[in-house]
């Protein structure tokens, strides 16, 4: 165990050079897809070229980078510590509620009944806003709830649970029955959150209207540069001392423990920085997507996300990323193609992964390039 935790030579990246040359080169290329490429393609090349990029395109582009962060989120916490989350669609939820919450203050008197509080509440005869729509009205103190609620509520759990060494399936079962209860909390209209309905017909961000096609691609080259931004952190994070730890958490917890690493602070840690990450994606999705409801803490939402870091494949933190643009791609085009039949081929893709390709797209790709050079 000790060699585990200890920085193996040649084994460990050089400081500085954590992707290596063709790392730093895909990362470039990122880079200038989202900050170049798109705002060209959509704003630059009229409607009638061929290569001009779409607005749906763009929103669904945009969707499916929220998607690829919470993916990345799930691999830190199953592909490398060994904590299997299906409950991370709650973290989701409730960094887009506290965006949503920001974007209804935002309609102003421009909704249905001309008042200063949202159309839902004006419906259920509300006279003012709930205590916990205090700050709706700032973007910056909404963004730090956003960081602040999800991540309070994943500690508190996480230390609950982890302190009482709840793990494998006990754990992921406790994770869905959370959710599922705060999926049935915000059905109510009571709580504030548009019950059924939840949020939606949002107009402005920032006093800017959200239908304009550059408030769209701000939007898109600002979740890009944090699903980019997220990787770097967490490609450092499990090439450190503390990612390996994790790592040696997963494969052997007891051995970790006697060797005087407590591993409740590690799986802590990252089990909140997992929250938080998902988080923003939901904050970064809302205005993207154009509504928030009870919906997406479904059990079926947060199964997904473990279903694109299993299909990218785990531990390899570009896996997931791939996995949720595959996934979600497939789903978009069977869809419309094919709606009656999606259910049936995200089932079977997820057991095809599961019984031929354990290691995922990423995985099989590896093994294609080792028998070649072989």
Excluded at 23 to 45: E, I, K, R
Excluded at 147 to 166: D, E, N, T
Excluded at 288 to 317: C, Y
Aim: include cysteine; charge should be positive.
């Amino acid at each position: 165990m000790s060699a585990v935790l200890q920085e193996p030579i040649g084994l460990t990246p050089r400081r500085g050079l954590l992707l290596g040359t063709r790392g730093w080169f895909t990362v470039g290329s990122a880079l200038m897809a989202v900050l170049v490429l798109a705002p060209l393609l959509n704003l630059m090349l009229p409607a009638s070229h061929p290569l001009h990029l779409p607005d749906h395109a763009v929103a669904l582009i945009g969707k499916i980078m929220c998607y690829a962060i919470c993916a990345l989120a799930m691999d830190l916490v199953w592909g490398y510590t060994g904590i299997l989350s299906l409950g991370h669609g709650l973290f989701f939820a409730l960094g887009g509620y506290g965006m949503g919450m920001y974007l209804m203050r935002q309609i102003g008197r421009d909704g249905n009944y001309k008042s200063e509080l949202p159309d839902f509440m004006v419906f259920l005869d509300w006279k003012e806003l709930p205590w916990h729509w205090a700050w709706s009205d700032s973007l910056v103190l909404q963004l730090l709830l956003v960081l602040a609620v999800p991540g309070l509520l994943a500690w508190v759990f996480g230390y609950f649970a982890f302190r009482s060494r709840i793990k494998g399936v006990y754990f992921s079962i406790i994770t869905q029955a959370l959710t599922y209860a705060a999926m049935l909390l915000f059905f109510r209209n009571e709580t504030g959150f548009g019950g059924n309905n939840g949020f939606t017909d949002f107009k402005r961000i920032l006093d800017v209207p959200l239908a304009q096609p550059t408030t769209r691609m701000v939007l898109f080259v600002v979740t890009g540069l944090v699903l980019i931004g997220f990787y770097l952190l967490a490609r450092a994070l499990v090439h450190s001392r503390f990612g390996r730890v994790l790592q040696a958490i997963r494969d052997a917890e007891n051995r970790v423990r006697f060797t005087g690493y407590d591993p409740l602070s590690y799986k802590l840690a990252i089990w909140t920085l997992s929250a938080v990450m998902c988080a923003v994606a939901g904050a970064l999705y809302v205005p993207q997507v154009g509504i928030i409801n009870p919906g997406e803490m479904s059990p079926a939402a947060s199964i997904e996300i473990a279903v694109w870091a299993a299909v990218g494949g785990r531990a390899t933190l570009v896996g997931p990323i791939v996995g949720a643009f595959f996934v979600n791609g497939a789903k978009s085009w069977f869809t419309q193609a094919f709606p009656e039949y999606w259910l049936y081929f995200l089932g079977l893709l997820f057991i095809a992964v599961t019984l031929f390709m354990p290691q995922g797209i990423v995985g099989l790709v590896r093994r294609f390039r080792k028998e070649e050079k072989a």
